[in-house]
Each structure stands twice: as C-alpha cells, then as structure tokens.
C-alpha cells in the first residue's frame, strides 16, 4: 500500500534552471496539494487541486505551476529555480467529501538552489 | 483567514513524564483541528481530528487532545512519554465547507524526551 508517492526525494539545483516534482496516489482520492515545509514556518500550501481538471493557488504560488494529469497524478513545476525555492516539499492527497478529509502526505521532496 | 498559533517551538520532557502541547487557532466558526506528528526525513502522519461532537478526542500512539471554543485551543497531551514520541507536532485548522481540505498549519513544537 503505497499511499503517496513523491520524486525525486532529493534534488540539488542551479538558480534558473527548472524541474517537475512529481506526485502520485493511490488512494483515489479526489483532492491533492503541495506544500513547502521551512524552518520555523510550519507547511504552507502552494497549490491544491479539489478535484481532477481543476487547480487553485494556495497561500505562495508565486515561481511555481501545477498540473493535475489525472485522478492519481498532480505535480509541481518551478519554471526558474531561485534560492528562496531551496525547501521541502510534500504533496499530500485527501477524500474530499462533506466534511474536510484528514490529509495524508508523501515522504517529502527536499530541494536545493544554488 | 484562519490561523493557527502554537508557542512553544521546543519542548523537552523525562520519558515517562505527561505532556502538554499547546494549540491556539484563530476561526470564525467551529473549524475542523488536527494534530499531525513528523518524524525526522518523514512525511506527516494523522495523531487525532475533531469534526465534531465529543470535544475530547483519542488518537493514536495515546495522545488525546481537548477543543475548547471558549478559549480556541486544542491542546495535544499524553499521561506518560515514551522516547519514541520525540518528533516535530503540528497543529493544523481547516475550514468548513469548500472543496478541499486547505488546512493551515501551526509552526510546529519540537518534542525532545529525555531518559
């Protein structure tokens, strides 16, 4: 039972350059997220996707992208890696019924730009 | 916009000792709560929700934790530590209604446990 799977887990980048995180579950659930994770900054959600076909920014969207290729598959793209953007990333995924789902998250992807 | 507060970024207790983790949230409404635990190089996983009804809850690993609307805390707490509770807690508030679970997370409260 895999859950949500997230690669790479580890990625060392030059300031400029671009990459895609992928992210996949097997969960079927409807909704999936990232979130960057820094030091004394808790998680804060960078995009989410309700449901297949749609994408919404979440709280720091800004240098990033977002596709939802299909129920399973939702990944983030950094277009022109800058330093700020060195952090860890987890994408999550949830049940999106009446009630907000618990959120159930992949092991992390930690990204560094130099 | 809701948020969510927890003070103490470093808590150290003896194995064995209880435990308090403080969580403050800002909602105008009821919200859903949840505690998530993150071990070191993991992802989060689930400890206790509250939707709903009995305002004390039981998780996993015996945590529990208490909503209190009068003072807008859910505090996490465990009767006796175990070494293998050391971990990063994180308190996070989510909306009612909508189409996902946008959560917001506090900045977590580092556990270091003693022997």
């Known amino acids: 039972n895999a859950g949500v799977t997230q690669t790479p887990k580890f990625q060392v980048l030059k300031t400029g350059q671009s990459m895609t995180l992928q992210c996949a579950q097997d969960m079927n659930h409807n909704s999936m997220y990232w979130y960057r994770q820094d030091p004394g900054m808790g998680l804060r959600l960078i995009y989410y996707s309700a449901s297949e076909g749609t994408t919404d920014k979440g709280e720091v969207p800004n240098g990033y992208n977002v596709s939802r290729l299909n129920k399973r598959e939702f990944s983030l793209r950094l277009e022109s890696a800058a330093p700020s953007q060195t952090s860890v990333y987890f994408c999550?995924?949830?049940?999106?019924?009446?009630?907000?789902?618990?959120?159930?998250f992949g092991e992390g992807s930690r990204l560094t730009v130099l | 916009a809701q948020s969510v507060t927890q003070p103490d970024i470093h808590i150290t207790v003896s194995e064995g000792a209880s435990l308090e983790l403080r969580c403050n949230y800002s909602?105008?409404?009821?919200?859903?709560l949840f505690w998530y635990v993150q071990s070191p190089g993991q992802g989060l996983q689930l400890l206790l929700k509250?939707?709903?009804?009995?305002?004390l809850v039981q998780g996993i690993k015996g945590f529990e934790a208490e909503f209190k609307r009068s003072q807008s805390s859910f505090n996490l707490r465990k009767p006796s530590v175990h070494w293998s509770d050391a971990a990063e807690y994180f308190c996070a508030v989510g909306a009612r209604g909508g189409t996902a679970s946008k959560l917001t997370f506090g900045t977590g409260t580092r556990l270091q446990v003693t022997l």
């Open positions: 509250y939707f709903s009804g009995d305002t």
């Open positions: 999550a995924s949830s049940w999106q019924g009446a009630d907000t789902g618990e959120l159930f």
């Open positions: 909602y105008g409404a009821t919200p859903y």
